[in-house]
């Protein structure tokens, strides 16, 4: 079967084993709520056919974070299968990006509202950040903040970290400024 490349929302339910029956074909998903968000129950996109639970109650052990804007789905961090089919995959508005092939991100909707590269700039310091950071800060989807990251390094408005610093970033004008002043 070949790998899917979109999440099908499949509904809710209040018990794990209730999810089963819904997932029908390779990135299917089903939420379980039980007065807050469980599990994200899926299908498994590679086509193996084995069905990933995964935690989104930050309870009870490490939890992925569920976002929901714009009606599309996202998860944070990628889900790394480390048994299985060892897949490695980014859900990100309701699109599967692959970890192991090259990262096409024009796959992947870009419904961000406008402002949002605003949001990110103004989010900014002269101190690292990471993007996981600054989502948090201004609610949203971290793989779009990351992206919005991207566009303003190539615009020359922010530096983007490299080895320890990766994922993390800092406004270059307020580098630049001070030692221009300094």
């Given amino acids: 079967m070949n790998r899917a490349e979109r999440i099908r929302d499949r509904g809710e339910v209040e018990r794990r084993h209730e999810a089963d029956d819904r997932l029908e074909q390779p990135g299917d998903f089903v939420l379980v709520r039980r007065g807050v968000l469980r ?15 995964i935690n989104l109650d930050p309870r009870s052990d490490k939890a992925w974070r569920f976002y929901r804007k714009r009606r599309q789905v996202s998860l944070y ?35 961000n509202p406008a402002d949002l590269v605003d949001r990110v700039y103004a989010a900014c310091t002269d101190q690292w950040k990471d993007f996981a950071r600054i989502a948090e800060e201004l609610d949203e989807v971290p793989w779009d903040v ?12 922010l530096d983007k970290g490299e080895r320890a610093l990766r994922g993390s970033f800092r406004r270059r004008e307020l580098y630049s400024e001070r030692s221009k002043f300094g």
Wanted: aromatic share 12%; proline share 5%; net charge negative.
């Fill in 39 to 53: 599990s994200f129950v899926l299908r498994c996109p590679d086509g193996c056919g084995d069905t990933l639970t």
């Fill in 77 to 111: 961090p990628s889900v790394w299968r480390d048994s299985g089919c060892c897949s490695h995959f980014i859900v990100w508005n309701h699109t599967i990006n692959w970890c192991d092939v090259y990262w096409d991100e024009e796959r992947v909707p870009n419904e």
């Fill in 146 to 157: 990351n992206r919005e990251c991207q566009a303003l390094t190539a615009l020359g408005k």
